[in-house]
């Protein structure tokens, strides 16, 4: 089954503790993408990656890292968390045109 | 720069009506438009999509048409369903880009 898994799907954590939320694809697509979700504010990108060991800011990456060492793998890495970056969270992916995006069914980030 | 404005959520509707929600765009070129469907608890899905001006996109009695004079892509459908609650979210994106702009979201409930 085609599909984008995340994981956790939930996280609950403290400020400065340093926290992955991995992100996987079976699709061999070459794009991937990570959102923020806020009410009111729709999806935000935060970065994005075109293939393997190329990647690029979106909107709003402050606070945000990412690395894209395998095709089907694009983690987020936030390095010294902060309560703005509580959240809801979505991976996508696409086959590079960026039409159709697949989306991870999200991870709720929590930070205290 | 390009932006997508959606209707101010949440639409609430009896069973069987009629839905519309409304979606415009800034764009400086030609993009192709999407309305992407999150039901509860899981990740957008794509409902349908439009690349080209006067295009229609439709899908599970969804409709919507690119409508350059306008600068919109209005979501209808002629009788919703309870399944059809969701949130709905109008996006565009380049061919030749690498990112995809949202709107804001519509919460949609139906009632029995």
């Known amino acids: 089954e085609a599909q984008v898994t995340q994981n956790p799907r939930y996280l609950i954590t403290v400020t400065g503790k340093k926290l992955t939320v991995t992100c996987s694809q079976n699709?061999?697509?070459?794009?991937m993408s990570w959102y923020r979700q806020d009410p009111g504010l729709g999806l935000r990108q935060i970065y994005y990656?075109?293939?393997?060991?190329?990647?690029d800011k979106g909107d709003v990456p402050e606070g945000y890292k990412v690395s894209r060492k395998e095709k089907r793998n694009f983690p987020l890495i936030l390095e010294s968390p902060s309560p703005n970056q509580t959240s809801l969270y979505f991976c996508?992916?696409?086959?590079?045109?960026?039409?159709?995006?697949?989306f991870g069914p999200g991870t709720r980030l929590t930070v205290t | 720069g390009d932006s997508v404005t959606q209707m101010e959520g949440p639409v609430t509707l009896s069973e069987e009506a009629f839905l519309t929600i409304n979606c415009t765009y800034t764009?400086?070129?030609?993009?192709?438009l999407f309305w992407y469907v999150q039901y509860p608890g899981e990740g957008l899905q794509l409902l349908l999509k439009?690349?080209?001006?006067?295009d229609k996109g439709s899908n599970k009695g969804f409709e919507a048409t690119y409508r350059k004079e306008t600068t919109s892509f209005h979501l209808e459908k002629g009788s919703v369903q309870v399944s059809d609650s969701a949130v709905y979210f109008c996006a565009l994106v380049y061919s030749s880009a690498s990112k995809i702009i949202f709107g804001s979201g519509t919460r949609l409930s139906i009632r029995p």
């Open positions: 764009a400086t070129g030609y993009p192709s």
């Open positions: 439009a690349t080209k001006a006067d």
């Open positions: 996508a992916s696409s086959d590079g045109t960026g039409y159709e995006q697949y």
């Open positions: 990656s075109m293939n393997v060991e190329v990647t």
């Open positions: 699709m061999n697509h070459e794009y």
